[in-house]
């Protein structure tokens, strides 16, 4: 029956599922007190500061085996069973992130069963020859154990652990030596799950003799099922140093590692076989059972980001956009740098990196979440129009100040919402027409809200063509009186009026009211139309060609008004009288500015 049950032990350990370990590094304490499984001991440490504890229960259930010496002379001596049982308790401590110290203190029991023979004997087991029957239980030594990280990166990382046995525990019956012990173990795991230890242990000599010493093999694999749940197995060998190799031991232990609601706490348990010991009728079972509690030695680096524009962030194992978190050893620094995106800019950091540099440094000693803040941003584009009077040559001219001061064509950057005040001044002698495009209205301030990319334009109009500021050269007669027989000849007369003038709908933008009631037409407008007549002239000064006083600037407008009115056949200067008035540019200031007054050629 045991070896059925053993048959079937050691098939279902082989048809354990493999995967990859957690890359978290958070593992249990083994009975040594070192982060690892569940007595294998892994290449990382505790950070700085970090503890740990376990509580372990081992059970190995060994076959002593019979001293060659006695089979010669007894035949019928058999191999004898013993149960050896550890309870334990440990504390690891990270002296610095890649030193870690460790006290283990372990209670022994052997449970010896009576020799299959039918005489007494002696047999060998763990390095020790046992006599008969052995009954013995009590403290053991007491292991003070440091740890030192080699090489540690994303892939492996190694450590060598070397540790003292204190000679402290009971050494009677061979619990212990009562001699000091010392060992040194290489431990190795990788990113794939594997842990790997290789080691030496000399215990010391005994009061009953010479104890063998040690080298201990171990390989063994960690997968996680779920998020709180590990599956364990470990292969571990011991082989001993004296001529006698067949206690040599080999034991496959296999298993799981339950996380409870604090992941940093966990249920561990797992059975054992000594595959150096199994036979038809025989297969020594055993297992562990324990509690530990043991902090992650890696820690998570988040990236997010935040705010109204975009950009990326790029470090060590970081790409934000694409990856933005990765998982670092406690102690590391990882440089961070935020590049925003066209149209966008660096706002600064928020969590646990602070600051408004692109670049920021972050040391993980936990878990860190840093967030890059962008802002969207927009143009405001500002033009100059330049736009030509209707009754002039010039174009206008002007600039624009307030939040930025534009005499052409420029463009300013600013963030999203932002709010622009502009103020249009024009030049002399021209004048502020209005906004368009994006900014609206004839008033010279106004304010745009960038949320979105806008233009405004500007446009600013030039001055009218001034009246004639030279007399014309010529013989001129005053006029006494307007009517029709002095104004141009009839034909010449028709053709100007008929295009322009019929019905006072066709006169040109610069002459043409909008409203009768609205709008008169300016003297100078009337002087520059009258110009178009071959037959009228004007003159500008305060006298004439003979240098003769001219009259005052409001009866040379009464003249003009006098002659419109005498042009009854023309619609276009029908109660002309009520729709004219002197331009500020053709008044004369005390007879010396400018005035207009009509004359006639003789």
């Given amino acids: 029956m045991k070896r059925v049950f053993g048959v079937l032990t050691l098939t279902a350990l082989i048809a354990m599922p493999t995967a990859v370990l957690a890359n978290d590094g958070n593992a249990a304490t083994s009975a040594s007190g070192q982060k690892g499984l569940f007595n294998l001991i892994y290449g990382e440490n505790l950070c700085h500061g970090q503890w740990a504890f376990s509580t372990y229960y081992n059970k190995w259930d060994r076959r002593v085996h019979s001293d060659p010496e006695l089979l010669v002379i007894d035949p019928l001596w058999t191999d004898w069973d013993m149960d050896v049982e550890r309870a334990s308790i440990a504390i690891g401590y990270g002296l610095t992130d890649k030193v870690e110290l460790s006290l283990m203190l372990p209670y022994w029991s052997f449970d010896g069963e009576d020799i299959h023979g039918v005489n007494q004997g002696k047999g060998h087991l763990n390095g020790r020859t046992f006599e008969g029957r052995i009954d013995q239980q ?53 990113i794939a799950g ?17 104890v063998s010493d040690e080298v201990q093999i171990g390989l063994g694999y960690g997968h996680d099922i779920t998020d709180s749940f590990e599956w364990i197995t470990e292969l571990a060998g011991t082989l001993y140093t004296d001529s006698n190799g067949e206690h040599d031991n080999a034991d496959i232990t296999s298993g799981g590692r339950w996380r409870l609601s604090n992941p940093e ?5 797992g059975l054992r076989v000594d595959l ?25 680096l988040t990236v997010e980001k935040d705010g109204s524009g975009t950009g990326s962030v790029s470090g060590d194992k970081i790409d934000c956009g694409s990856e933005c978190s990765a998982t670092y050893h406690c102690g590391a620094t990882v440089e961070l740098t935020a590049t925003p995106d066209p149209k966008s800019r660096f706002d600064g950091w928020e969590g646990d990196c602070v600051g408004s540099d692109p670049s920021v440094t972050i040391t993980l000693d ?19 129009a330049r736009k030509k009077h209707a009754d002039g040559d010039e174009p206008g001219d002007g600039f624009v100040r307030g939040d930025l001061e534009c005499r052409d064509s420029c463009t300013i950057t600013r963030d999203v919402n932002t709010e622009i005040n502009l103020e249009a001044v024009a030049a002399k002698s021209s004048t502020f027409e209005g906004w368009t495009v994006d900014c609206s209205g004839s008033d010279s301030s106004t304010s745009v809200t960038l949320n979105a990319d806008k233009t405004c334009v500007a446009t600013f109009v030039g001055p009218p063509r001034p009246c004639v500021d030279e007399p014309i050269a010529g013989t001129y007669e005053k006029c006494g009186r307007f009517d029709a027989s002095h104004s141009c000849d009839s034909e010449t007369w028709t053709q100007l009026i008929n295009g322009y003038a019929a019905n006072g709908s066709d006169v040109p933008a610069g002459q043409q009211p909008n409203d009768a009631n609205e709008k008169k037409t300016t003297l100078c407008e009337v002087v520059n139309f009258l110009r178009q007549c071959s037959e009228f002239k004007a003159c500008v000064a305060g006298r004439d060609g003979s240098r003769e006083n001219h009259c005052t600037a409001e009866e040379r407008a009464a003249k003009v008004v006098g002659f419109f009115n005498a042009q009854a056949d023309y619609p276009f200067f029908k109660d002309i009288a009520g729709r004219v008035e002197m331009a500020p540019n053709c008044q004369a200031e005390d007879g010396s500015g400018q005035s207009v ?6």
Wanted: charged fraction near 20%; include cysteine; aromatic fraction near 16%.
């Fill in 138 to 190: 009590g403290i053991g030594n007491l292991r003070l154990g440091a740890k030192f990280n080699l090489t540690r990166n994303d892939t492996y990382a190694t450590a060598l652990m070397a540790y003292v046995d204190a000679p402290t525990g009971d050494d009677d019956e061979s619990v212990v030596t009562g001699d000091t012990g010392l060992g040194l173990t290489f431990a190795y795991n990788n």
């Fill in 194 to 210: 594997w842990v790997f230890n290789l080691g030496y242990f000399s215990p010391g000599d005994s009061d009953f003799g010479d």
């Fill in 265 to 269: 706490w966990a249920f561990n348990a």
């Fill in 276 to 300: 150096s010991d199994t036979s038809f009728d025989y297969t020594p079972i055993g297992g562990v059972i324990g509690l530990s509690y043991s902090p992650k030695n890696r820690f998570g």
């Fill in 366 to 384: 936990g878990d860190k979440t840093c967030t890059a803040k962008f802002v969207k941003l927009y143009d405001l584009t500002v033009e100059i």
């Fill in 597 to 602: 007054e009509i004359f006639l050629d003789k």
